[in-house]
């Protein structure tokens, strides 16, 4: 049976990896990640093409250019592979989406694809984190790496409001720059303890990959708001 964690338990793993230097990853799903999970599984091709997230996409605006079942596919993988995957609450009314997008399009999806987490936690958690004084202690004197197209304005609110400890970032607008973005992270892998992945739909599978190959905390941390 899967486990759901309370925030504070979710940052108590994230802990637990960061000081005994254990592979973490966190994945959120929340509307995006379900319209790309749903390409020709729960939904036709025409379908998802419609909903007006992937007309946003193949506008340029998510990272991400539908349709494509590689990207699917992958983000299958790596949430079978994440150590906590984050799916929303069933009355979720944070999420400023059709209810249709949310929830009941997840549980379609986990059961066709047979993804069942042995961790889960809110998908809202990188809303709820910012807020809590137990998630910033965490993060205090590790070593942070961000990898997000807002990266330099992530470094300097890490930095200047919260006193952590960016010790890189990596400019990331879209799917075709995974590969790329893996390789520059393996050459860095000794130099950070924790990653910021603000990517968009690309975190699903860039957190797993990262904690596997570098040994370290990877966290899917959602989009970027210059209020945290």
């Not at 592979?81 to 986990?110: C, H, M, W």
């Not at 205090?140 to 997000?148: Q, Y």
Request: hydrophobic share 40%; proline share 5%; with cysteine.
């Amino acid at each position: 049976m899967p486990i759901n964690l309370t925030r504070e338990q979710t940052y108590a793993k994230i802990q637990y990896a960061l000081d005994h230097n254990r592979p973490f990853s966190l994945v959120r799903i929340g509307d995006g990640e379900n319209i790309c999970l749903a390409q020709s599984s729960v939904w036709s091709i025409k379908r998802v093409l419609m909903e007006p997230w992937a007309v946003k996409a193949n506008r340029g605006k998510k990272g991400v250019t539908l349709p494509n079942l590689r990207l699917r596919n992958q983000m299958v993988a790596e949430i079978r592979r994440a150590t906590v995957v984050g799916v929303l609450p069933p009355e979720d009314s944070l999420i400023r989406a059709p209810r249709y997008l949310k929830r009941p399009l997840t549980n379609a999806i986990f059961a066709h694809f047979r993804i069942a987490p042995s961790y889960k936690c809110s998908a809202c958690i990188n809303r709820y984190a910012p807020q809590d004084k137990s998630f910033w202690k965490l993060l205090k004197g590790r070593r942070i790496l961000i990898v997000s197209k807002h990266a330099e304005d992530m470094k300097d609110t890490l930095e200047r409001k919260h006193g952590l400890k960016v010790v890189g970032t990596i400019p990331f607008s879209h799917y075709y720059q995974i590969d790329r973005t893996l390789t520059r992270i393996r050459a860095m892998k000794n130099s950070f303890d924790l990653v910021f992945l603000s990517t968009g739909v690309n975190a699903v599978i860039l957190a797993p990959r990262i904690a596997r190959m570098t040994g370290k905390v990877a966290l899917d941390f959602g989009k970027w708001h210059k209020k945290i």
